[in-house]
Nanobody
Framework: QVQLVESGGGLAQAGGSLRLSCAAS????????MGWLRQAPGKEREFVAA????????YYADSVKGRFTISRDNAKNTVYLQMNSLKPEDTAVYLC?????????????????WGQGTQVTVSS
């Protein structure tokens, strides 16, 4: 089993920044592909960003490309999501997800493990 705990959410103004963290435990972190997804009220869960287990590959949703950066520190068992130039439409619960694998994964059903989520609210 893998346990994922997100932190770093909160309230930001449009144009501002937030940095999310996700701490993993229960399995060798460097064996896990990681992703961030988000879910706004009344909407389906959507992919945000993904990173391969060795950080060689990353992938972003078009809606966040150029504004968000996913990264990981395998020594700290942590994955990050740096969010810049935030927009009100970025408001959602952000969830960290993980699975075994060598690549990156953009489909929400591809992930085996999920965190509880952290709320991000962007005011206009």
């Amino acid at each position: 089993q893998v346990q994922l705990v997100e932190s770093g959410g909160g309230l930001a103004q449009a144009g501002g920044s937030l940095r999310l963290s996700c701490a993993a435990s229960g399995r060798t972190f460097s064996s896990l592909a990681m992703g961030w997804l988000r879910q706004a009220p009344g909407k389906e869960r959507e992919f945000v960003a993904a990173i391969s287990r060795n950080a060689e590959s990353t992938y972003y949703a078009d809606s966040v490309k150029g504004r968000f950066t996913i990264s990981r520190d395998n020594a700290k068992n942590t994955v990050y999501l740096q969010m810049n130039s935030l927009k009100p439409e970025d408001t959602a619960v952000y969830l960290c997800a993980a699975r075994s694998g060598t690549g990156y994964y953009i489909q929400r059903y591809a992930y085996s493990y999920w965190g509880q989520g952290t709320q991000v609210t962007v005011s206009s």
